[in-house]
T-cell receptor
Framework: GEDVEQSLFLSVREGDSSVINCTYT??????LYWYKQEPGAGLQLLTY?????DMKQDQRLTVLLNKKDKHLSLRIADTQTGDSAIYFC??????????FGTGTRLLVSP | GAVVSQHPSRVICKSGTSVKIECRSL??????MFWYRQFPKQSLMLMAT?????????EQGVEKDKFLINHASLTLSTLTVTSAHPEDSSFYIC????????????FGPGTRLTVL
C-alpha cells in the first residue's frame, strides 16, 4: 500500500460518528473502494465511489471524494461496537488491479 | 450474490510440503481472480492475477515457481505453495472480479497457512 495512505488507528465511543481518511496518488483511478476486515476474516466490500462523484451516501456510510487533493474519506454515522474492524481504502489501477491503503483500525467503545 | 469461498480456511503443514488453496466464485463466473498475501497488522499485497485459460501474471518479486496458480474454470482458481517454508506462513486471500459497470472485486474469507 505504498501509494495509498491511511491513519493507523481511530478510537470512538458508541453512537458517535467515525471519519476514516485516505490519500491516494493515482489521479487516473476510476473507482475508489472501502473494505472492512474483521479479525481473521476476508474483506467485505462496504461501498465504492466513481471518480467523477464528490459524495455518495449509503445508509450510515458517507463517502467524500476530493479529487483535486486525492483525498477520500468514509464517515460512519452512529458507530456501533460491531463496526470495530480494520478499514481499507483501495484505488483501482490498470488491468483491474486494486492498490490497498495501509488500513485503519477502528475501535468502538461502549 | 457475489460470494467467494476459499478452502481450506486454516492449514498447518510441515516444512517442505506443498499446500493447495482453492478459491471459488459461488454465484458468478470470474474470468479474473486475484491472490493476495497479508502479514499480521499489514495491508494486502497483490501476488498475482489469475486469468481463466491462460497463465497467471505475477507481481514483481513473487516467485512463480514457488506459488503455482491454476485457473482452469470460470469459477475456480487454485494457489499451490510448493515446498513451503516457515517464511511462507501468512494469510492468503483471493478475490474474484465481478464483471459489471463497477468492476468490483469480491473477496474470499482467507486461508491461514502455518508452516512448521
Amino acid at each position: 500500500g505504498e501509494d495509498v495512505e491511511q491513519s493507523l488507528f481511530l478510537s470512538v465511543r458508541e453512537g458517535d460518528s467515525s471519519v476514516i481518511n485516505c490519500t491516494y496518488t493515482d489521479s487516473s483511478s476510476t473507482y475508489l473502494y472501502w473494505y472492512k476486515q474483521e479479525p481473521g476474516a476476508g474483506l467485505q466490500l462496504l461501498t465504492y465511489i466513481f471518480s467523477n462523484m464528490d459524495m455518495k451516501q449509503d445508509q450510515r456510510l458517507t463517502v467524500l471524494l476530493n479529487k483535486k487533493d486525492k483525498h477520500l474519506s468514509l464517515r460512519i454515522a452512529d458507530t456501533q461496537t460491531g463496526d470495530s474492524a480494520i478499514y481499507f481504502c483501495a484505488e483501482s489501477k490498470g488491468f483491474q488491479k486494486l492498490v490497498f491503503g495501509t488500513g485503519t483500525r477502528l475501535l468502538v467503545s461502549p | 450474490g457475489a460470494v467467494v469461498s476459499q478452502h481450506p480456511s486454516r492449514v498447518i503443514c510441515k516444512s517442505g510440503t506443498s499446500v493447495k488453496i482453492e478459491c471459488r466464485s459461488l454465484d458468478f463466473q470470474a474470468t479474473t481472480m486475484f491472490w493476495y498475501r497479508q502479514f499480521p497488522k499489514q495491508s494486502l499485497m497483490l501476488m498475482a492475477t489469475s486469468n481463466e485459460g491462460s497463465k497467471a501474471t505475477y507481481e514483481q518479486g513473487v516467485e512463480k515457481d514457488k506459488f503455482l496458480i491454476n485457473h482452469a474454470s470460470l469459477t475456480l482458481s487454485t494457489l499451490t505453495v510448493t515446498s513451503a517454508h516457515p517464511e511462507d506462513s501468512s494469510f492468503y486471500i483471493c478475490s474474484a472480479r465481478f464483471v459489471s459497470s463497477t468492476d468490483t472485486q469480491y473477496f474470499g474469507p482467507g486461508t491461514r497457512l502455518t508452516v512448521l
